[in-house]
């Protein structure tokens, strides 16, 4: 940005009226929430692309954390006994 601001940019494939109608929804709603979990929605455009402008997250996605968690649950070895009588 103009500033130094880094953004994320999410490019909408607006192909149909559902399409216009999810993206001006989620600007709505992305407009008004405000929590320090939730990214920032700094903008967005419609001309000549699709496009919504989020403050940039310096952590990563939130898919990354929640597979590599994922992974490491799932990396634990598991451990079968039997008991004999």
């Keep these: 940005m103009p500033d130094g601001q ?3 940019v999410k ?3 607006v192909v149909s009226a559902q399409g216009a109608s999810e993206f001006c ?4 709603v ?4 405000q929590h320090r ?4 929605l700094v ?8 496009l919504l402008v989020y403050e940039f ?9 929640l597979y590599s968690k994922m992974n490491i649950i799932l990396q634990v070895p598991f451990f079968c006994f039997s008991s004999t009588i």
């Excluded at 979990?37 to 920032?40: A, E, G, I, K, Q």
């Excluded at 997250?57 to 954390?65: E, I, P, R, V, Y």
């Design 6 to 8: 880094v953004v994320a």
């Design 11 to 13: 490019q909408h494939k």
């Design 25 to 28: 929804a989620e600007v709505e």
């Design 30 to 33: 992305l407009s008004c929430a």
């Design 37 to 40: 979990n939730l990214v920032m």
């Design 43 to 50: 903008g967005y455009c419609t001309e000549p692309e699709w």
């Design 57 to 65: 997250a310096c952590n990563g996605s939130l898919d990354k954390h």
